[in-house]
């Protein structure tokens, strides 16, 4: 993180749903996206953003895991964060971002790759102990 992005993301600049934006828009991930991985409705994520509603510490726990960010950031704006939106970063901060998410995304789909083999693994082992 750099300086920029503290005070981009500082208690005076930012709220705790701008941070919660910010952070889910740096991994690349939709309102929706991260609604699922916390098991909550899209709804929750958009109350959360807009500044209409705060998760609880159990939530806020798992969001600040999700999104790779400390909970003091989420809550201060101090500590481990996201980076400043990329319009507002260098050039070669938003190449290193995209290269990122599409390491992300590579690993996202490894991962659903490895539980489709799995599965299959399982039904192959199925078929072979009933015939």
């Not at 981009?8 to 929706?32: H, I, K, L």
């Not at 699922?36 to 209409?52: F, H, M, P, S, Y």
């Not at 590579?106 to 489709?116: D, L, Q, V, Y």
Request: net charge negative.
């Amino acid at each position: 993180m750099t300086e920029n992005a503290d005070d981009w993301y500082g208690p005076d600049s930012a709220t705790f749903g701008d941070r919660v934006a910010g952070a889910r828009e740096a991994a690349g991930m939709s309102q929706a996206q991260l609604a699922r991985r916390l098991g909550v409705k899209k709804a929750t994520i958009e109350g959360w953003e807009q500044d209409l509603s705060e998760p609880r510490a159990n939530r806020l726990s798992m969001m600040a895991g999700v999104l790779n960010v400390s909970i003091m950031w989420l809550l201060t704006g101090e500590g481990e964060g996201a980076a400043m939106p990329a319009e507002e970063q260098p050039d070669w901060a938003r190449d290193l971002s995209a290269a990122l998410a599409e390491m992300r995304s590579i690993r996202n789909e490894m991962r659903a790759s490895g539980e489709r083999l799995a599965r299959l693994e399982k039904r192959l082992r199925t078929l072979a102990a009933s015939g």
